[in-house]
Structures are given as C-alpha cells and as structure tokens.
C-alpha cells in the first residue's frame, strides 16, 4: 500500500546568472513498510530532496503526498503540527538539546505537542536501544553511537508514518555504524516503520530493500 507519493518535484534557488537547480522533476513512490536509500555524491541534491519529504522546506514545483494528503497544501503552521507528528527526522551530527539528558531529549516532540510519553513505551525504547543505563546522561557524556541512538528514540517517539535519516551513519566509525544500521532495520522488519534514508555510501544504500540513485538533481536509477 503507497504511502508517500514524491511527484514531479523541482527546487530552485536563486534567479538569473546566479540560479541553481537542486532538483528537477523527481517523482517515486514508497510504500508502508518498505525501506528506502537515497544515494548520491554531495551535491546531487539528496538531501534538498529529503527536506522536502520532511516538509522542512517548500519546493518550486510539484507536490509530496503522504497518506493521500498533499503537505505543501497545509499552512506553515500546519505543516510544523505534521512534520511533529508524522515524521521523525535522524540526523548526521544527531542535533540533541545539550542541556536534555537522555529521556528528555527522546521525549521532546512529545513535550513540544502537549502530550506525554507512555512510561511502558518509553521503557520498551530505551531497552530497544540500548540506552536503560544511561537514560540520566547528557549528551556530553555518550558516546557517538548513543547519542546516534538517542536521535533515533528521538524520532521514533512519536510513532511517525515516516521516518527520514538524513547520513545516519555519516559520522560514526565502521563498527558503530554497522550498529545503527541494525536498529533502523529491527525498526523497519520488526516494527514496519516506513523508512527513507540519505547516503553517500552504497554499500550502506544496499542494506535498504530499494536504492534510487539521484545524480545532479534527476533520479537516474533504481534498483531493489
């Protein structure tokens, strides 16, 4: 069953001489359940593309459905209430609150939208990652690897329709990465959580059950 719909999408920046296009005319499908890598060199605008999933930004043309439902038809607030809600968002330098130990960083989108954790849910988390001991550390005092996991509680917190990781694995070592790598499975084979994950690193795209290649803004491969 589809659940996100990426259709004909463009984004420019700028005008004139100084005009750029990061993406132009992309258009996919992902479907509930299924983990999806995104793999291109720098540059190659995947991760414009992604932002635009997350509806953290607006495109120049085209649109992004998830659910049946057009996100750049919401208003900006709108669009903050379904990017909390329905999208969790892992990123390459994990963008934790210094100051949040690590419960409270996982709980953030929850605190932000009024609502409380489910103290079993919660629980079930921290174990999933690994993180029971440390749940009073601030991420001062975790390693790379957990604070990676802690994004990842992060976005998975609030059950999201989708999730989108963003070089999940782009600041780790080998071993660490490999680690990570493993959890977003277990997510996505044991949980179903829909997943769409951006990389430089094809060997790490091969782990996901279909790789689309995007190379200067166009997608200019498949393959499962």
Request: net charge negative.
């Amino acid at each position: 069953m589809e659940l996100l719909r990426v259709s004909k999408l463009s984004k420019v920046y700028g005008s004139g001489s100084a005009q750029v296009t990061a993406l132009a005319d992309v258009s996919f499908t992902v479907d509930q359940g299924e983990f999806v890598a995104i793999v291109g060199a720098s540059g190659s605008g995947k991760s414009t593309l992604l932002h635009l999933i997350g509806g953290v930004d607006r495109p120049t043309e085209g649109a992004v459905f998830l659910d049946g439902q057009n996100i750049f038809s919401f208003s900006d607030d709108q669009l903050a209430i379904f990017r909390r809600r329905e999208v969790g968002l892992i990123y390459q330098f994990y963008n934790l609150i210094p100051i949040l130990n690590v419960t409270e960083n996982i709980t953030l989108p929850l605190e932000l939208d009024n609502r409380q954790a489910d103290p079993e849910k919660l629980a079930a988390l921290l174990k999933r990652l690994g993180l029971t001991n440390r749940r009073e550390h601030l991420p001062n005092e975790l390693s790379g690897g957990q604070q990676q996991r802690v994004s990842i509680g992060r976005a998975l917190i609030t059950e999201p329709a989708l999730l989108l990781a963003d070089e999940p694995t782009g600041n780790l070592d080998s071993a660490t990465s490999a680690e990570i790598l493993a959890l977003l499975k277990q997510a996505n084979r044991e949980y179903k959580q829909t997943i769409v994950m951006i990389t430089h690193d094809l060997e790490i795209a091969r782990q996901a059950d279909r790789v689309i290649e995007i190379e200067d803004g166009r997608i200019i491969r498949e393959a499962k």
